[in-house]
């Protein structure tokens, strides 16, 4: 989810023919019954004949097993099972880990450094639980992603693999403050590049010739993995896509402990406006979104705070050790910049709001549902209604303009152009760069 600039889931009781007569019998009886042998001790006379005849042995039914609990050992199509049950031990797959160089080799090595990173096993445990849930989701998406699906069709199957792997529906109170979605999903088509989610009622179909950015967070108790990607049917814009895709492993690979934001941003500038994309006759050049950065990540809040730019400029703020980004990238074939557009979906509390004397009593209501079921995570219109939540417009609205939730409405080029974004979380650890969300896939 991406930083704007904002300029500045019998016993068989068997009764034999002959009923016995005698309690001794009747014990007889009961003991057969229990027996776990195949055939019953006890012998029924052959039809027919005098008493003293040799007597038939007749078989019990063995007793039906109830069947043991099957444990699952791969994910099912769509995502349902639950990952904790996959990965027993919390062992979940580290991600892709990366020495650091220059003034910062040592760290590899160092025992401090390798003490440090050892004593945050339980936050690596949720990170890469997260890690992974994220890869999983996205790759069955990829996969099943089709044209004339409906975009709501796309962001709930997404959001409902997310559930359902990280154990947390989000339908009782803070549910999904402990884990689930970390933000609604973005399916953004051609010149929007990020904040669309469909709200409730729209039929906007996926076509063949759409480029369509996927962006969704997944986290575990606020450990937020922000991860996207692109995809298109046609592959006129491959190129763009291959440039964006580029320019955000330069930034990944450029970012670490020390280094300055101004020095991520010119990276990514070079690599992604070294490419062209041809359309018909045309020829436009990939231009980096210059609004539009990665982010640091906090617990339970998105955008922590810093940015990530993806042009050259003059921030000398550095990344420090501990941290975490969201190292994203936008390429457009139009202007590199973007504005307010269209219906708003996306909303988030403010962290810091002042308190304010709700006189709205829907927007007093609203504010309580949204504190005990999104906490300062991003919540869109969808999720309200998924909630049973209803003619909650007004206070909504009214939430925004005194300044305590925050409307991130879609941002868009100009209308004919095509945007690209590709991103991951990266973890700043004491002895290593770990891609958090790095996959086989991207």
Known sequence: ?????????????????????????????????????????????????????AKKKRKRKPKKKKAAGVIPTKQSDPPRVLLSSLFPNNS????????????????????????????????LAEYRQAAEVHRQVRQWAHKNIKPGQSLTEIAEGIEDSVRA???????????????????????????????YSPNAGNKTLLSKENVMKVDFGVHVNGRIVDSAFTMSFDHTYDKLMEAVKAATNEGIKQAGIDVRMSDIGAAI????????????????????????NGHDIQQWRIHGGKSVPIVKGSDQTKMEEGEIFAIETFGSTGNG?????LECSHYSRIPDAPKVDLRLSSAKNLLNVINKNFGTLPFCRRYLDRLGQDKYLLGLNNLVSNGIVEAYPPLVDKKGSMTAQFEHTILLRPNCKEVISRGDDY
């Open 337 to 341: 910049y973007v504005r307010d557009d």
């Open 269 to 292: 500038q070079e690599v992604m406006e070294s490419y062209e994309v041809e359309v018909g006759k045309d020829t436009f050049p990939v231009k980096c979104i210059r609004n539009l």
């Open 1 to 53: 989810m991406p930083s704007q600039i904002t300029e500045p889931l019998k016993k068989l009781d068997i009764k034999d023919a002959a009923a016995p007569t005698d309690k001794s019998a009747n014990d007889n009886a009961l003991d057969a019954g229990d027996s776990d042998e195949g055939e019953d001790e006890n012998e029924a006379p052959i039809d027919g004949a005098p008493p003293g005849v």
């Open 165 to 195: 792997l990280t154990g947390h529906p989000g339908l009782e109170d803070g549910d999904n403050i402990k884990g689930g979605i970390a933000f609604p999903t973005g399916v953004n088509l051609d010149h929007i590049a990020a904040h």
């Open 92 to 123: 979940y797959p580290v991600g892709e880990e990366v020495e650091y160089i220059g003034e910062n080799a040592y760290r590899t090595t160092n025992e401090e450094k390798r003490h440090l990173d050892r004593i945050n096993s339980d936050f």
